[in-house]
C-alpha cells in the first residue's frame, strides 16, 4: 500500500511539524500493518513518549485528533495500544484501482533509463546444456524482462565458455572420430570422451597443447574446426532457450573469444597503475583486504606461469568492454554463489585500476543449488547426467497427462500447446517463486500442482477469468473504461492487492529478487479466489456492480498475464 503511506506522510508532515518532531524521527516508522484487520498503514508512537512525556495511546489519540480532518477521504483512523492505524476507505480505493484500470502500464512508472548489461545463462561450447544452467537462465531472462518494463535500456550478455586450454583437446579429438560429419558428434560424450585421453594419453595431449598454440594464433584451419564446434553447439543452446521462451539468441553472445585481444592490454593496464606482482612465476594482483585461510594477502591470478590467462583476466577484459564500448551504467552478473568472493576481487581491483568508476554499478547476483529429493545436487538420474532439454521436455509430458485428466474435451494442437505453457512455466515457478539465495528442491508434484504457489495454480486462475467473459460474450476491451466501485470486504482485499503491483515490481528490482514479483502475484491469485467465490460476477444486483466486477475481473487478468510474463512465463486462456 505505497500509494496510501505516501498519501498519509503528505498530511500527516504538517501535524509533525506543529509537534516539532523532524521527518527522520517518524516517517521510518511508518509501515505496512502486520495486523490487517486494524489498518493498512500503522505508525507506532512509543518511541515518541521521552519527548513528550506522554503515554504512547494519549500521543496517538492526539496525532490522529489533529489529522483526521485531513485524511477523511483517504483513510479511517484508529488508536491500539499506542500505534496509530490508517485504514484505506473504499472510495479511495475505487479512485486509486479505476485510475489503474484505464493505465496500460497499470500503475507502473517508466524510470530513468540507464544501461544495463546482464550477464546469464554462460553454458560451456561441446557440452550439453544441464541442470546447473537452469537457475542463471531463468533469473537473469526474469530480470531482464523486469528492467525492460520499467523503462531500461538492457543489454543480455551471453557470456559462453568457447576460448582456452580446453578447445585445444576437443579439437584433437573431434579430428580423430570416425566421423568427421559435425553434425554426427554426442555432446553428452564428448568432452568427457576428450578429458580422457588428454588425462591418459600422453600424445593425445601434447597435439592438444600445440592445438592450443595453433588456435590462439589464429592458425585457419583450426579456427576453422573451432568455429564448427561452436556453430553446432549454438544449435543445441538455442533451441533449449526456445523451448524455455527465454530472450537469449545470437546476438546476445559475448563468449571469451570476443575478448581475447584485451588480455594482454588488461595486463599493461594493470601494470601501469603499479598492481601487477610477480609470485611464483605468475603475474598477480593482491587487492587489499583479502586473506587466505594463513592469513596472507589473497592474489587474484591474471596470468599464469606458462603465459596462459585466466578467467580473472577475461572478468576485467569484459569490464573494460562493458564500460568503454558499450557504455554501460551497471553490471549484473547472475552467476552462482560459489563465485561471489572471485566477482568481489574482481570488482576491487577493477576499480583500483580505474576500469570503472564507483558511479558503475557492478554488481553479483548469486543463486542457490537445484536439490533432488535425496538433499544432494540435482546432476544425475540412474548415473546419468541430466540435460536441461530432457528435463524440460518432460516436464511438457507430464503437464499433458494433467491437462487430458482435467479437459478430454481440448483437442491435441490446444492441449499441446497449453501443455507447453504449464510445462516450462512449472519449471520456472518453481525456481523463481523463492528467494534466489536459498537452495530449492526439484518436486514434479509440487511444481505441476493446480494449488498451493505453483505456476499452474496461477496460469488457472488467468484462465479462469477469461472463461467467465468466454460466458458472458463481454468483450474485455469493455471494461478498461468502466468505474469500479469496492463495496465489500473482499472486493477491498482484491483491489488492495492489485495496487501493490507497481511496489511488487520495485522490490523486485530493488533486491534483484524475481520472487518478490512472483509472491506477490500469488497473494493476488488467493485474493482473487476469495472475491469469486464470494461475489456473483453476472448474477449481480444490478448492471453497475457486475461492471464494476467484470473491471475487476479483467484489471486481475491483466497483472496476472503481465507479471507472469515478467517472469518469462505464458498465461493460457484455457485450462
Same mark, same amino acid.
Given at each position: 500500500m505505497r ?9 500527516l ?20 500493518s502486520?495486523d ?25 489519540i ?8 485531513e485524511l ?11 500505534f496509530?492505524?490508517f ?29 544495463i548489461?546482464?550477464?546469464y ?8 546444456m ?7 537462465t ?7 524482462r523486469i ?14 565458455g ?11 579429438h ?17 568432452y ?7 588425462e591418459?594419453i ?15 594464433s589464429?592458425d ?18 538455442n533451441?533449449v532457450?526456445?523451448?524455455?521462451n ?7 553472445l ?8 584485451l ?11 603499479? +598492481?601487477?606482482?610477480? /609470485? @611464483?612465476g ?5 587487492? $587489499? #583486504? ?5 592469513? %596472507?594477502? =589473497?592474489?587474484?591470478?591474471?596470468q ?14 569484459c569490464?573494460i ?12 552478473y547472475?552467476?552462482g554463489?560459489e ?8 570488482f576491487?581491483?577493477a ?6 568508476d ?10 542457490g +543449488?537445484?536439490?533432488? /529429493? @535425496? ?6 538420474? $540412474? #548415473? ?5 532439454? %530432457?528435463? =524440460?521436455?518432460e ?5 499433458e497427462?494433467i ?7 481440448m483437442?491435441d ?14 519449471i520456472?515457478y ?30 488457472y ?5 477469461? /472463461?467467465?467473459?468466454?460466458?458472458s ?37 530493488s ?10 502475484l ?38 496476472? /498475464?503481465?507479471?507472469?510474463?515478467l ?8 485450462m
Open positions: 500509494e496510501l503511506c505516501n498519501e498519509i506522510v503528505q498530511k508532515s504538517i501535524v509533525m511539524e506543529d509537534l516539532e518532531l523532524e521527518e527522520n524521527k517518524w516517517q521510518n516508522l511508518l509501515g505496512n502486520t490487517k484487520k486494524h489498518g493498512d498503514i500503522t505508525l507506532p508512537c512509543h518511541t515518541f513518549s521521552k519527548i513528550f512525556r506522554k503515554s504512547p495511546n494519549d500521543i496517538a492526539q496525532i490522529a485528533e489533529n489529522v483526521n480532518s477523511s477521504d483517504i483513510a479511517e483512523i484508529n488508536v491500539i495500544n499506542g496509530l492505524n485504514k484505506a476507505k473504499n472510495s479511495w480505493l475505487s479512485k486509486q484501482i479505476s485510475t489503474m484500470n484505464s493505465d496500460s502500464r497499470l500503475g507502473v512508472e517508466l524510470e530513468n533509463a540507464k544501461t548489461v546482464i550477464d545463462s554462460s553454458p560451456n561450447i561441446a557440452k550439453r544441464h541442470v546447473g544452467h537452469l537457475r542463471s531463468v533469473i537473469g531472462d526474469a530480470l531482464s528492467l525492460l518494463f520499467k523503462g531500461h535500456n538492457v543489454i543480455g550478455e551471453n557470456h559462453i568457447d576460448w582456452g586450454t580446453p578447445f585445444g583437446m576437443l579439437i584433437e573431434f579430428i580423430e572420430c570416425e566421423s568427421k560429419n559435425i553434425g554426427e558428434i554426442d555432446l553428452s560424450t564428448f568427457k570422451d576428450a578429458r580422457y585421453k588428454f591418459n600422453d600424445d593425445f595431449a601434447i597435439r592438444s597443447r600445440e592445438r592450443v598454440v595453433k588456435l590462439q589464429k585457419p584451419e583450426t579456427i576453422k574446426l573451432w568455429q564448427s564446434l561452436v556453430d553446432y553447439s549454438l544449435i543445441h543452446f533451441s532457450y526456445r523451448m524455455l527465454v530472450l537469449l539468441d545470437d546476438k546476445n559475448a563468449g571469451e573469444s570476443i575478448y581475447e585481444n588480455l594482454p592490454e588488461v595486463v599493461e593496464r594493470l601494470k601501469s597503475k603499479n +598492481l601487477i606482482v610477480e /609470485s @611464483d605468475a603475474l598477480v594482483v593482491f587487492p $587489499e #583486504g583479502w586473506i587466505n585461510r594463513e592469513n %596472507e594477502p =589473497l592474489p587474484l591470478i591474471i599464469k606461469g606458462d603465459g596462459g590467462f585466466n578467467y580473472a583476466t577475461t572478468d576485467l577484459a569490464i568492454n562493458r564500460v568503454e564500448k558499450i557504455e554501460c551504467d551497471e553490471m549484473l547472475v552467476v554463489a563465485q561471489s568472493q572471485h566477482f568481489s576481487m574482481v576491487q581491483v576499480i583500483d585500476a580505474g576500469f570503472m564507483e558511479k558503475i554499478k557492478a554488481v553479483h547476483v548469486p543463486f +543449488l537445484v536439490m533432488g /529429493s @535425496d538433499g544432494k545436487k540435482l546432476a544425475s538420474r $540412474e #548415473g546419468r547426467a541430466i540435460t536441461l532439454k %530432457e528435463l =524440460l521436455e516436464s511438457v509430458d507430464r503437464a497427462k491437462i487430458l485428466e482435467k479437459n478430454p474435451s483437442s494442437l490446444e492441449r499441446r500447446d497449453v501443455s507447453k505453457m504449464i510445462g516450462i512455466g512449472a520456472k518453481a525456481d523463481l517463486s523463492i528467494d534466489r539465495n536459498k537452495n530449492y528442491t526439484f518436486d514434479w508434484d509440487k511444481m505441476l500442482s493446480f494449488d498451493g504457489n505453483t505456476a499452474p495454480y496461477l496460469q486462475a488467468h484462465a479462469r477469468i477469461c /472463461s467467465i467473459f468466454r460466458k460474450s463481454i468483450p474485455r476491451e469493455s471494461t478498461l473504461s468502466s468505474e469500479i466501485i469496492v463495496k465489500n470486504d473482499f472486493e477491498m482485499s482484491l483491489c488492495k492487492s492489485i495496487i501493490g503491483f507497481s511496489e511488487s515490481i520495485d522490490d523486485s528490482i533486491n534483484y529478487s524475481p520472487h518478490r514479483l512472483a509472491v506477490y500469488h497473494h493476488l491469485a488467493q485474493d482473487f479466489a476469495s472475491f469469486y467465490e464470494n461475489c456473483p460476477v453476472l448474477v449481480s444486483d444490478n448492471e453497475e456492480t457486475m461492471n464494476s466486477r467484470l473491471a475487476i475481473c479483467n484489471l486481475t487478468a491483466r497483472i496476472l /498475464s503481465t507479471g507472469l510474463g517472469l518469462g512465463i505464458e498465461a493460457p486462456e484455457k
